[in-house]
């Protein structure tokens, strides 16, 4: 499998399509491709049988696709951990590196770099980490773009793509920050960070893809 299409099936279970229907936009805006990029590695996938595809209703995992999308994600999200736990690599800069050694992980090596570790159970991005069966725990599906003005909470997880990272980051957002939406409209997200005490106005493109627990 290239590596192109392995980034394709990493988004699709980032975004929620090993359990749920996913749509072409999002898998767009998630890796910043075009639609008819994203329509074309669809039916790559559902050629062999690791996605289906719904017409008008969306993209879901098959058993065999979310097994291998689990195993990447495993391997990705384990060299994340390593790279802040023993190299030191700031929390942004690890994306690309995890990428490129993500490719070259056996099952083998995954395995021994978990015990090392620790077996952790999330990335430094908020990610679950499978284990060596592709289990994991559950994942919050819910994204800040769709919580209501009033609404508080603090955030569980990004998605782990590099465009996305860097764009929160420079904000000043961060894992575990709490937050209460103060306004939202067609183009932006806006969330009063308790932390800093700023209003931060966020892209609703980017807010899809930050996953929030919210607070009774």
């Not at 359990?19 to 491709?33: H, P, R």
């Not at 969330?191 to 209003?199: A, F, M, N, S, V």
Request: contains cysteine; aromatic residues 6%.
């Amino acid at each position: 499998m290239t590596p192109n299409k392995e980034d394709y099936l990493k988004m699709i279970f980032e975004l929620g399509g090993d359990t749920a229907l996913i749509s072409n936009k999002q898998i767009v805006a998630g890796l910043d491709v075009s639609a008819a990029s994203v329509s074309e590695m669809v039916t790559k996938l559902v050629e062999q049988r690791y996605v289906t595809h719904t017409p008008y209703q969306g993209i879901k995992l098959t058993a065999s696709g979310q097994q291998k999308a689990a195993m990447l994600v495993r391997n990705h999200r384990l060299w994340e951990v390593f790279l802040v736990q023993s190299l030191g690599y700031p929390v942004d800069a690890i994306h690309q590196e995890a990428e490129k050694l993500e490719h070259a992980t056996t099952p083998e090596m995954a395995d021994r770099l978990a015990k090392m570790l620790g077996k952790p159970q999330y990335c430094p991005h908020g990610g679950v980490i499978p284990d060596s069966d592709g289990h994991y725990l559950d994942q919050s599906r819910v994204a800040l773009a769709d919580v209501e003005v009033g609404q508080k909470g603090h955030i569980e997880r990004v998605v782990d793509e590099a465009a996305v990272i860097d764009y929160i980051f420079g904000l000043g957002l961060h894992i575990e920050d709490h937050f209460t939406v103060v306004d939202k409209d067609q183009q932006t997200v806006t969330l009063h960070q308790t932390e800093t005490g700023k209003d931060l106005p966020i892209e609703r493109k980017r807010a899809s893809h930050i996953f929030v627990e919210l607070k009774d």
